[in-house]
């Protein structure tokens, strides 16, 4: 049987039961990173450019446009300086609170999932591993029977079930390697993210505690 020319599918099957489980987790993976591809995409601003018309308008006590700016702009950015600009009048601690508070709900927002992405990257080598010496016990149960009724064992029977065993840790690595490799891009996306909040927030206080 040549490998290279079968199909997908019938790869899948030869795999045996594991490869279900492998699968979900493909199909997870793949759905956890659309999404927060195309969340990270929805937020993406240009964030000096957004600070610096915010700024104007606080210089000119332009309080509510500043305020209508922030909730047109659909980023965490906007809402954390914008919970620092309801506090202009009040001190720089109170400021930084209010600021403070509206990251605790914003970073969660921005880090949700990736846990379960990680998850994935770790257990889906696991599960092709399961796959192979669960396919391996069944070789040697093959061979334990064939040996107890006195049948030969060739080696085209014991290179046929390892080569199927071995599928499935070649499905697991599949699925792991580029799960791992994405984490990991969005992961470094979304802490260059949170500190261009932070340097935001850190330049609204400056400017409304002058």
């Not at 659309?34 to 006590?61: P, V």
């Not at 880090?111 to 396919?135: D, Q």
């Amino acid at each position: 049987m040549d490998l290279y020319k079968m199909s997908l599918w019938e790869l899948f099957l030869k795999g045996g039961p594991v490869m279900w489980p492998i699968l979900l987790c493909s199909i997870f993976a793949l759905a956890i990173i659309l999404e927060k591809l195309w969340q990270l995409h929805k937020i993406k601003i240009d964030t000096q450019a957004f600070l610096n018309n915010i700024l104007d308008k606080m210089k000119h006590q332009q309080i509510k446009e500043a305020l209508q700016l922030c909730d047109t702009t659909k980023s965490p950015i906007a809402h954390i300086l914008k919970a620092g600009i309801l506090k202009h009048d009040r001190p720089r601690q109170q400021i930084k609170e209010s600021i403070e508070d509206a990251s605790l709900y914003e970073i969660p927002r921005l880090e949700s999932k990736l846990s379960i992405l990680a998850t994935i990257a770790h257990i889906s080598p696991l599960l092709g591993l399961l796959g192979t010496v669960t396919g391996m016990v069944r070789c040697f149960q093959m061979i334990e029977v064939k040996t107890s009724s006195f049948h030969p064992v060739s080696p085209g029977d014991l290179a046929g079930g390892i080569w199927e065993a071995l599928l499935t840790t070649v499905a697991g690595l599949v699925v792991a390697i580029p799960t791992f490799v994405v984490y990991n891009y969005l992961v470094n996306r979304i802490n260059n993210f949170i500190l261009e909040m932070e340097k935001a927030a850190t330049e609204l206080v400056n400017f409304l505690t002058e």
